[in-house]
């Protein structure tokens, strides 16, 4: 394919149809509005892609260290002393916990399992490492009381899930039985591989993944940053990672897995061949979103010990 003349694009009809949905609340050249503009543009987007609450689920807001803000749903019937720890994506510079809260619900009730979901500080408020500190400080008071956790995350927040996955490693820090990785950022280079032959892909493009990194202003050599940097990755707990075909990060979370499986990480990868970046709010409207997210939840669930 021809990179200058065609965009790469999916065939398949619904994940096209939300393509187009999204953009006609966040356009393609969102990163050039203000950031304000921007949040506002998401926030419209995210409310229109809500579903309703699975039956019997209920939330709670909580403070964590007296300011981080997560939180935490119990789904109607809890099989597990497991909880998943979710780390919303949006480039470190949009999202809530508002955004991503239909997908968390039905995480948490699929799985049986309790969730909790963490709204870290953003940019450009808020440069590297203000999000990894909140994730890593709310994951630290989650295993405070000795219950497991699998650490969870999209786009952004998979980049901070496998930060914070390394940094308890390095801590010694114990409870930790799972991670699971949706189409993460992870530190790759830029110019090769899925960067160059997806770099106009529809959702999210190489250019857009350069303007998030160079307002998170994040050291690329710092494993916690950039996973991808870091040699070592034996000893990690199980994990789930899952990518976008048709996405600039697709051969990070291709590389990652990878590197997993050879470090005697137990390791399960999936590429969803017809899907874009962002596809998880599209698993009620694309065939291949849902299967894609079925597949996901199952995986959850393992790591949970409910399946």
């Known amino acids: 394919m ?96 508002d955004s991503h809260d239909a997908i968390c619900a039905e995480l948490a009730d699929f799985a049986q399992a309790e969730l909790v979901s963490v709204d870290y500080r953003l940019a450009p408020e808020h440069v590297w ?25 999209d786009s952004a927040g998979g980049n901070l899930t496998a930060g914070i996955v390394l940094k308890a490693r390095a801590e010694r820090l114990s409870g930790i039985v799972g991670q699971v990785l949706i189409y993460p950022g992870l530190g790759g280079d830029l110019v090769s591989g899925s960067y160059a032959d997806m770099a106009e892909a529809p959702g999210l493009t190489t250019a857009d993944v350069s303007y998030y990194r160079d307002i998170l202003k994040a050291p690329m050599g710092n494993p916690f940053a950039a996973p991808l940097a870091e040699t070592d990755l034996s000893g990690l707990p199980p994990s789930y990672v899952t ?15 990878a590197r997993l499986a050879m470090a005697g990480v137990n390791v399960t990868f999936r590429e969803e061949p017809q899907m874009i970046h962002a596809w998880l709010r599209a698993r009620h409207m694309s065939e291949g979103a849902r299967d894609g997210f079925r597949r996901l939840a199952e995986g959850v669930a393992v790591l949970v010990g409910t399946r």
């Open 129 to 153: 490492p203000a999000a990894f500190d909140d994730s890593y400080a709310v994951l630290q008071h989650l295993l405070s009381d000795g219950r497991p956790v699998v650490v969870a995350g």
């Open 2 to 97: 021809d990179q200058v003349t065609k965009r790469p694009m999916p065939t398949e009809e619904g994940i096209l149809a939300f393509h187009r949905r999204c953009e006609d609340f966040y356009p393609a050249d969102a990163v050039d509005a203000s950031i304000e503009q921007q949040r506002k543009w998401y926030d419209a987007l995210c409310a229109e892609f809500d579903a309703p609450s699975p039956a019997g689920l209920t939330r709670m807001d909580e403070l964590v260290d007296g300011r981080i803000p997560t939180r935490r749903y119990r789904p109607a019937k809890v099989s597990s002393e497991t909880r998943i720890y979710y780390i919303h994506g949006g480039g470190f510079v949009v999202g809530s916990l």
């Open 243 to 257: 990518g976008a075909f048709f996405d600039p990060l697709r051969d990070d979370a291709r590389l990652y897995a």
